[in-house]
């Protein structure tokens, strides 16, 4: 049960420490924080610290922090927003969570925030005689510490602009997330349960309260209730997969009441939409989208969908480099693991399709899967079925230089 409720709260509080008003509302109670306890930071002192300030020096250092930082976090929204309506036109709709959780950013806006609610408070405690004369100077100083840390936040972020929601960063982020995704799954696999088999018959099925995506499964909670009650528990929705009528989210062999159903239910997480966090297949989807629409005929761009397909190799070859674990943590939980062949028709089959009549793109989609079939020679008959039917649909839309030109390029490859 520990290990359940670990994992859990672990979960909860990373997909917490993604949003930006998180952080945002955190930095502003420490600024606020900051300018009330100067008053009561001065008596603690063991020595007399003032400085000779000019009448209204701190007042007009607070009036001017707070018009910039109210117009620093209007520009940094807006260039946010501008960022992320160009990854969903330009890369596809699936990266923005990925732009919206990045630290950076995030940072930037709440240092602004919480500089602008400093300030704010700083005037208005001054304005109330809050202050003494000690209190006075610590605020000052406080107030050059904040102005600093603005400075800094502000060159970093406009370096970060740079490249933030730009096509290469949009990759980059994306490939990231698959590649972790792709190397815990292919770690772990069935998600430390026992690998699937059929379920005995007579099973009970458990669905979903509502429809969905599920973005996460509690197995060691699942496991508990197993033990618990005395049964097997069969995942049928596993991450990445829509939890609906058709399709359940367990069958259990032994008897249930509404209890275990509930408990079952709360050991899945079903959301509107898909998430990388287990789902090793969504960040090869997201990929495979971008290139396909830079393949599409209103945006024309085959470098681009070359850059995916290296991409696209990296993370497999870093995927399939990853040794799995054998121990089984949930004996009694039965997980079907994804199947590497859907993973390279997910990855591979949208560009194919939508490149069939590029002829360059086929060329580097050839050197890919040839390379990736000889890093795992165990699996090379899945990545030699890929070229197969990449080959025919390129044959169907290439003239006969080209079709003749990709044949040579195809025999050089795989070695025939």
């Known amino acids: 049960m520990a290990?359940?409720?670990?994992?859990?709260l672990a979960s909860f509080f990373l997909r917490l420490g993604r949003q930006v008003w998180v952080r945002a509302a955190i930095f502003t109670l420490v600024a606020i924080v900051v300018a009330l306890a100067a008053r009561f930071i001065g008596p603690l002192l063991p020595f007399s610290f003032s400085i000779d300030l000019a009448e209204n020096s701190v007042d007009s250092l607070l009036q001017i922090i707070a018009t910039a930082m109210l117009t620093a976090s209007t520009f940094s929204v807006t260039a946010m927003v501008t960022a992320f309506s160009?990854?969903?036109?330009?890369?596809?709709?699936?990266?923005?969570?990925?732009?919206?959780?990045?630290?950076?950013?995030?940072?930037?806006?709440?240092?602004?925030?919480?500089?602008?609610?400093?300030?704010?408070?700083?005037?208005?405690?001054?304005?109330?005689?809050?202050?003494?004369?000690?209190?006075?100077?610590i605020l000052f100083v406080a107030t050059l510490v904040i102005i600093g840390i603005v400075v800094v936040t502000l060159l970093r972020w406009i370096s970060h602009l740079a490249t933030f929601g730009r096509m290469a960063d949009v990759i980059d982020r994306v490939e990231k997330a698959a590649t972790v995704a792709l190397e815990v799954h292919a770690e772990?696999?069935?998600l430390g349960a026992r690998p699937a088999v059929s379920p005995p018959g007579g099973g009970v099925d458990v669905h979903a309260a509502e429809v969905g995506y599920v973005t996460h499964v509690d197995v060691a909670g699942l496991n508990r209730l197993a033990r618990e009650h005395d049964l097997e528990i069969h995942v049928r929705a596993t991450p990445g997969r829509i939890a609906d009528a058709r399709t359940p989210l367990v069958s259990i062999s032994g008897s249930v009441d509404d209890d275990l159903r509930a408990g079952v239910r709360r050991a899945f997480r079903v959301e509107h939409h898909r998430t990388y966090e287990q789902d090793p297949r969504f960040g090869v989807i997201a990929l495979a989208e971008i290139g396909s629409r830079a393949l599409s005929p209103g945006v024309n761009d085959p470098g681009t969908a070359i850059e995916v397909i290296a991409a696209l190799q990296r993370v497999l070859t870093r995927g399939l480099r990853v040794r799995t674990s054998p121990e089984v943590e949930s004996e009694r939980v039965y997980v079907r693991a994804p199947r590497l062949e859907d993973l390279v028709n997910d990855a591979f089959?949208?560009?194919?399709?939508?490149?069939?009549?590029?002829?360059?793109?086929?060329?580097?989609?050839?050197?890919?899967?040839?390379?990736?079939?000889?890093?795992?020679?165990?699996?090379?008959?899945?990545?030699?079925?890929?070229?197969?039917?990449?080959?025919?649909?390129?044959?169907?839309?290439?003239?006969?230089?080209?079709?003749?030109?990709?044949?040579?390029?195809?025999?050089?490859a795989w070695g025939r």
């Open 86 to 137: 160009s990854a969903t036109t330009m890369a596809t709709p699936r990266s923005t969570q990925l732009l919206i959780a990045d630290p950076t950013s995030q940072n930037a806006v709440s240092t602004f925030v919480g500089a602008f609610a400093y300030s704010l408070v700083g005037i208005v405690a001054l304005s109330t005689g809050y202050y003494q004369s000690q209190g006075r100077t």
């Open 349 to 412: 089959r949208p560009l194919a399709r939508d490149g069939a009549s590029n002829i360059e793109v086929h060329l580097r989609l050839q050197k890919c899967l040839a390379s990736l079939a000889a890093s795992a020679p165990a699996e090379a008959e899945v990545f030699r079925a890929a070229a197969r039917a990449a080959f025919e649909r390129a044959r169907g839309s290439l003239d006969r230089t080209d079709v003749q030109t990709l044949r040579t390029a195809v025999r050089a």
């Open 3 to 8: 290990t359940s409720t670990r994992s859990s």
């Open 188 to 190: 772990a696999p069935t």
